[in-house]
């Protein structure tokens, strides 16, 4: 009978040195049960975009930022060969730890904490809203930085679940530095326009002009509005 690995819980002890710019993201730690989600709709509606996004697909390394207590992380470890997780809350992340034994969840503070090595899946969602502008802007660039050739980014990020304007800004800037990069973008508007919907970002890196395919890439079963580099911003 195979004995299953335990989980492996990282703390990273310069976390709250690197924290220091971050200040929303930090505060968000005092509130109560920040991670209690239970039968919320939004929430299963993001679990449901997200999967149906990657169904049918396998990646060998996916780094999930802000992983919170692992409830979409159980749902990705299916995919991943090796999963990384990563959140500013220590409790959360000890929780997921146990939620999710096959994958690593550590404790730190990203953008300043970016995990090393290239991944071919990275998964943001609800998350990238919290960071401050110039987070933002550093965050996007060195997690598209992190991508395999061939790899994939998904941001999901819910209006319900933000700041009014956060989500539609942090997509503006994600794919606004994609196309900068000649990144492919793929775009989805999930459920009605408006404060009730949320954006769905697919942003894949290109191969070599000679190199072979990467296996995962995620090819959406939904039908995928494709916007050109350039068009106007929503």
């Not at 969840?105 to 071919?120: E, I």
């Amino acid at each position: 009978m195979a004995v299953r690995q335990p989980a492996r819980l990282i703390l990273d002890a310069g976390t709250r040195a690197a924290a220091v710019p971050l200040r929303g993201l930090a505060r968000l730690r005092s509130r109560p049960a920040r991670y209690a989600i239970g039968p919320d709709a939004d929430a299963q509606r993001k679990y449901g975009a997200v999967m149906d996004t990657l169904a049918g697909r396998r990646f060998r390394r996916v780094l999930e930022v802000g992983c919170g207590e692992g409830e979409l992380s159980a749902r990705l470890a299916g995919h991943a060969g090796s999963l990384l997780g990563v959140d500013l809350d220590a409790t959360a992340v000890g929780r997921a730890a146990r939620r999710v034994p096959s994958g690593t969840f550590v404790r730190r503070a990203l953008p300043h904490g970016m995990p090393g090595g290239t991944f071919d899946l990275i998964v943001c969602a609800d998350v990238l809203h919290h960071w401050d502008p110039v987070s933002l802007r550093v965050g996007v660039a060195a997690l598209l930085d992190r991508l395999e050739p061939g790899g994939a980014l998904l941001a999901y990020h819910s209006r319900q679940a933000s700041r009014p304007g956060a989500a539609d800004r942090a997509h503006r800037t994600l794919r606004a530095t994609a196309a900068l990069r000649g990144l492919g973008i793929e775009r989805r508007e999930i459920g009605a326009p408006g404060p009730d919907g949320a954006h769905l970002d697919l942003i894949v890196s290109p191969l070599p002009a000679t190199g072979g395919g990467v296996a995962g890439v995620p090819a959406p079963r939904r039908p995928v509005a494709v916007t050109p580099a350039g068009s106007p911003r929503t």
